[in-house]
């Protein structure tokens, strides 16, 4: 081969194309060795002499659309456009080749036949392939979630919205067109929407707003509008693109919660004035017991204690004896009108809680107990108490009264023993404290009523009392957020238990 | 006019306490000095002699005021007593029903010397009087 022919042969079997040549009749009259290669033949020169149609690799189809492609170019004499085509390989196996012929002239300029060269485009083809795929499920990702999608230019013209604004809206497509949009959203949303817009555009920062949009069936719809903006690798901004989402449900779902909150918080307003008007009707109520009813108690009693005194000669025995039981029932009835006064105030006393020394105020009572009381505890066990959380003026009315209680309770003992202690915190939300005594108990099945107005389960004259200081301590307690029961068994003694919530723990 | 000899202007209006306390003040040998007034008006008018200005013949050494009265209540009378000039200095001490807190804490701001709680218990209620009435009579001594 000549110096000039070798190099040609080089450039040939070099080129990363499959090149080949063919007579009028399709007759190959040479290729490269990639051609040769992709017919499974040895060398190129074993092509030679043969047409598509011989080769048992390509389809009918492949061969004769190859061979119509050939005359095309040599009737019109007119290269082809490049043309992405299947070809079988020898193997089998089907690639895809992007391939341009051209005629070739001889130097008379008559057509002797075409040269064609194909690129393998099988991997390009497979990752276009790729690519539509992902676009097109992202597309319908988008489509699915969204009402619109939309793109504008850069400076925020030229908006396109899929499906049209105007099939939407049911607007005319020229008022609705470009910047026109904003004659579809609702009058009131108007000027937040522009500036919306147009704040994003200018800043180049994501656009998020929501607005009502005009539907064709005459609804407004809530419009969740979001875009961002699309930079270039080389960080200029190209364009915009958005989806437009229907959230009108969400949204009216959100105006009628605010609207049953606005409702409740109204009723709760008006329930709390009702209370207030409660509260004050009866502090005149308390007032008026505690003047009104009192008057008439003085003179019963006064009257009755001049007549003992002054005309005891003038009267027997058993008259004597009627005055007393006058006068016992009338400072009965005063005790019963001071109890009454004390728990209807114990209801309207703001309640001052603070951290202090349960121990101190049970000593503090027990003092003040000892020094009423003429038959002393014969025992008195009192534990370590811990520091609570209360208001401790009433609180010590609580102590108070258990205590006093117990005493009352285990007096007729041979030897009365009262233990006062707490127990240990469940879990820190709250404190208990207990009185016990082993005095004469009662009966576990009229324990409901233990803790009711004016409510006894004992003989008055077994034991006095007007039946309101368990009730005044359960008042306390419930103002406190705590709790109060107790346990007994008739004849072996009760314990009275009172629960507060620890500091900080919601009520 | 306060009638000459007077020495304790209860002014109260319940009758029954009114006996009541006449007999308190009986059994101590106080009556002769006791003038009972009905209302805050009546009570006024005693002190301050009507409208002549004229001024009061004696001081009173006490007045036991009750604060529900009608016409003027007890809380006015006691105003006008420790706010004038002439009659700021007699002691005043009220004797009422009420324990409710606002009404001891006004008395007391309005320079009521002292308050008493009237009891239920008659025996309580003598005693209360006996010891104002000795306390004020015979054991203080009087501004001049």
């Not at chain 1, 499974?40 to 598509?52: F, N, Q, R, V, Y």
């Not at chain 1, 105006?255 to 502090?283: C, G, H, P, S, Y």
């Not at chain 1, 003040?368 to 038959?375: F, P, W």
């Not at chain 1, 301590?473 to 507060?500: K, P």
Request: charged share 25%; aromatic share 8%.
């Amino acid at each position: 081969m000549s110096n000039s022919d070798q190099i040609l042969d080089l450039v040939l079997n070099n080129i990363p194309q499959g090149v080949f040549w063919k007579d009028r009749n399709s007759i190959y009259l040479g290729c490269n060795r990639i051609v040769a290669r992709a017919m499974g033949m040895e060398s190129p020169s074993d092509l030679i002499g043969k047409s598509d149609d011989q080769f048992p690799s390509l389809t009918r189809q492949q061969a004769e659309s190859f061979m119509r492609m050939d005359r095309q170019v040599m009737e019109t004499g007119l290269p082809m456009a490049p043309l992405v085509e299947p070809m079988n390989r020898f193997d089998g196996q089907t690639i895809w080749v992007e391939t341009t012929k051209v005629p070739l002239y001889d130097s008379s300029g008559q057509i002797i036949g075409v040269l064609g060269t194909w690129q393998d485009v099988t991997e390009r083809r497979r990752a276009e392939e790729n690519l539509r795929q992902s676009e097109l499920r992202h597309r319908s990702l988008v489509t699915a979630i969204s009402e619109m999608v939309w793109t504008s230019n850069a400076i925020g013209g030229r908006l396109m919205v899929d499906p049209p604004l105007e099939v939407f809206t049911g607007m005319r497509h020229d008022q609705v067109r470009g910047a026109g949009w904003l004659h579809a959203v609702h009058p009131e949303d108007r000027p937040r929407a522009e500036v919306a817009w147009t704040t994003a555009v200018t800043s180049t920062s994501p656009y998020d707003c929501e607005f009502r949009l005009l539907r064709a069936d005459g609804q407004w719809r809530h419009i969740h509008s979001r875009g961002i903006p699309i930079v270039d690798p080389s960080g200029r901004l190209q364009e915009w693109i958005g989806v437009g989402i229907d959230v009108t449900d969400s949204r009216l779902a959100d105006l009628r919660i605010r609207k049953l909150n606005d409702d409740l918080e109204q009723r709760v307003r008006d329930r709390t004035a009702e209370l207030e008007a409660a509260n004050k009707e009866l502090e005149a109520f308390s007032y008026s017991v505690s003047h009104d009813l009192r008057a008439p108690l003085r003179a019963i009693d006064g009257f009755s204690r001049i007549l003992q005194s002054d005309y005891a000669s003038g009267l027997p025995a058993e008259g004597q004896d009627f005055l007393r039981d006058i006068r016992t029932n009338t400072r009965m009835m005063g005790k019963l009108l001071d109890d009454l006064l004390s728990f209807s105030r114990l209801g309207r006393q703001a309640i001052k809680k603070q951290r202090f020394s349960s121990r101190s105020i049970v000593e503090q009572c027990l003092n003040e107990l000892s020094t009423q009381n003429q038959n002393s505890v014969a025992r008195l066990e009192l534990a370590d108490l811990p520091y609570c959380w209360g208001d401790p003026t009433l609180l010590k009315q609580v102590w108070l009264n258990l205590v006093s209680n117990a005493i009352k309770y285990s007096s007729r003992r041979d030897t009365p023993v009262i233990e006062i202690g707490a127990t240990a915190a469940t879990g820190s939300a709250e404190r208990i404290f207990f009185v016990r005594d082993n005095g004469v108990g009662f009966d576990m099945r009229y324990a409901h009523k233990l803790f009711g107005v004016f409510q006894r389960l004992h003989r008055a004259e077994d034991y006095e009392g007007t039946g309101v200081g368990l009730a005044i301590v359960q008042r306390i307690v419930h103002r406190h957020g705590g709790r109060v029961w107790a346990e007994s068994e008739l004849n072996r003694g009760a314990t009275f238990y009172f629960a507060l919530p620890e500091q900080g723990v919601a009520q | 006019m306060i009638e000459s000899g007077i020495e304790i202007l209860l002014v109260e209006d319940n009758p029954h306490d009114i006996k009541l306390a006449l007999h308190a003040f009986r059994s101590h040998n106080l009556i002769n000095r006791v003038q009972v007034v009905r209302d805050g008006a009546e009570a006024l008018n005693v002190i301050f002699a009507g409208d002549q200005g004229e001024s009061f013949v004696n001081c009173p050494k006490v007045i036991l005021l009750d604060l529900k009265l009608p016409l003027i209540d007890g809380i006015e009378v006691l105003r006008r007593l420790k706010s004038d000039e002439r009659t700021r200095q007699i002691p005043v001490v009220i004797m009422t029903a009420s324990s409710e807190e606002p009404d001891i804490q006004t008395c007391y701001q309005l320079g009521a010397n002292s308050y008493i709680v009237k009891p239920v218990d008659f025996d309580q209620f003598t005693a209360a009087v006996r010891d104002i009435g000795m306390y004020w009579l015979l054991l203080n001594h009087p501004s001049q």
